[in-house]
């Protein structure tokens, strides 16, 4: 597993990964249509350009002038940063200007590919900052503001919490710290370097008890046999019915009850 080939289809279908396994969660039909090719037609990719900006700075300055070669959209023809963009560049400004943040993230190894097996299933990780022997490793988190509440859904009917568990972040780190123990032997505590959207950003280290990862992996052992058996076409996917892939997909049927509607 190489940079080049991480964010192909082919490895896609060999390996599982964090950010795949949480579409299968949130709708098991759109991730198999994603993993097949399908795009939403009216993706807004500001969001995801302004967090590889930030990621890319920090990562090299090769792999930023890359970055930026490789994506004139967000720029103006005198090549400054378009106005969508500019909250990215005042991420950097924040995080880089911080000495705590760069003693802390940049000696690390930057996008560190990991693979392993969990549960009996080939997984691949890709690490923002680790350095082997450190007792923790570190991952930048964009978000609109750290304080934000969200609805999360679980099995009873759901409660107010962070940006954290609204993005099963517990999940993603719960993986990148199995797999840095199959490769290097110890378990180190994740930290989120979060940075906010906000003018000033707001910025802070966030750490996840160990006991949310133990829950993150046994909800992730307990989901990921229905996962695999539909990821390798042995049981047909579920819609949610909610999501863009399923309303453009979408035929009339049998009648729903008004109590129905609301989650």
């Known amino acids: 597993m190489t940079d080049s080939t991480y964010y192909t289809?082919?490895?896609?279908q060999h390996y599982q990964s964090a950010s795949m396994f949480k579409e299968f969660q949130s709708c098991e039909a759109r991730a198999m249509a994603k993993l097949a090719g399908w795009e939403p037609e009216n993706k807004d990719p500001t969001a995801l350009l302004a967090g590889n900006y930030v990621h890319s700075y920090f990562e090299s300055q090769e792999a930023h002038e890359r970055f930026i070669k490789d994506n004139p959209v967000m720029f103006t023809k005198s090549g400054s940063l378009k106005a969508a963009y500019k909250t990215a560049q005042t991420m950097i400004d924040a995080l880089k200007d911080d000495k705590h943040f760069t003693e802390a993230y940049m000696p690390g190894e930057k996008e560190l590919i990991l693979t392993g097996?969990?549960?009996?299933?080939q997984w691949m990780g890709k690490l923002d900052s680790y350095m082997?022997?450190?007792?923790?490793?570190?991952?930048?988190?964009?978000?609109?503001?750290?304080?934000k509440r969200f609805w999360?859904?679980?099995e009873r009917r759901g409660h107010w919490g962070s940006f954290v568990e609204a993005y099963?972040?517990?999940?993603?780190?719960?993986?990148?710290?199995?797999?840095?123990?199959?490769?290097?032997?110890?378990?180190?505590?994740?930290?989120?370097?979060?940075?906010?959207?906000?003018?000033?950003?707001?910025?802070?280290?966030?750490?996840?008890?160990?006991?949310?990862l133990d829950t993150a992996m046994s909800q992730l052992l307990e989901a990921q046999d229905r996962i695999e058996a539909v990821r390798s076409g042995q049981v047909p996917p579920k819609r949610c019915e909610q999501c863009e892939y399923c309303r453009q997909t979408k035929h009339l049927g049998a009648p729903i009850s008004m109590t129905e509607l609301i989650e």
């Open 168 to 212: 099963n972040y517990p999940l993603q780190m719960a993986v990148y710290q199995e797999l840095i123990f199959q490769t290097y032997g110890v378990r180190p505590e994740p930290i989120i370097v979060a940075v906010t959207k906000q003018e000033p950003p707001d910025k802070a280290f966030i750490a996840i008890p160990q006991e949310y």
């Open 152 to 154: 999360v859904p679980d």
């Open 117 to 121: 097996d969990i549960g009996g299933v």
């Open 9 to 12: 289809p082919e490895a896609n």
């Open 132 to 147: 082997p022997g450190k007792a923790f490793f570190m991952d930048i988190k964009t978000t609109q503001d750290i304080h």
